[in-house]
C-alpha cells in the first residue's frame, strides 16, 4: 500500500526578527508574534486545511511520527537559514494536518533562487517504524 502523501506550497514565512517580538507588559516577559507573523500563521493554515479537505488527508493519530519535508525558493541571494522556518511552519500546521507539532521530523530538502515566486514547496507523510 502505497503511503499517504500530502503536498502543499505556501509563502515564505517572516524572518525570525520579524515574526518576533519581545513582551515586557504587567511583569511578563517572553517573546510574542507580531501581526505580520499571526497573519502568515492564519492564512497557512487555512490552506493547507483546504488542501487536507481536498487530498483527502486524515489527521494522524496523537503518537503517530509526521515527516515534514521542506524546499525553500527564496526571493534574492541574501544569506538564510533553513532552520529558521521550523517553528512557525510546524505551529502553524499543527491541529490542522497533525495533532502536535512535537511529533514533527522536519527534513529541509533543498533551497534554491525564485526571484518570481519565493516559496515553500512541502510534503509531509507518516514516518514508517
Known amino acids: 500500500m502505497e503511503k499517504q502523501k500530502l503536498y502543499m506550497r505556501t509563502q515564505l514565512p517572516p524572518s525570525v526578527n520579524a515574526a ?75 491541529g490542522v494536518l497533525y495533532p502536535d507539532d512535537k511529533m514533527v521530523l522536519v527534513r529541509d530538502m533543498d533551497f534554491s533562487l525564485d526571484r518570481k515566486c519565493p516559496r515553500l514547496e512541502l510534503c509531509l507523510y507518516l514516518k514508517d517504524d
Open 20 to 94: 518576533y517580538k519581545n513582551r515586557h507588559q504587567e511583569g511578563q516577559k517572553g517573546r510574542a508574534l507580531t501581526e505580520i507573523a499571526q497573519n502568515w500563521k492564519l492564512m497557512t493554515g487555512y490552506a493547507a486545511k483546504a488542501i487536507a479537505r481536498q487530498e483527502g488527508w486524515t489527521m494522524p493519530e496523537p503518537d503517530q511520527k509526521i515527516i515534514l519535508e521542506v524546499t525553500a525558493f527564496w526571493p534574492d541571494l541574501r544569506r538564510r537559514d533553513m532552520n529558521n522556518l521550523h517553528k512557525l511552519l510546524c505551529d502553524a500546521l499543527e
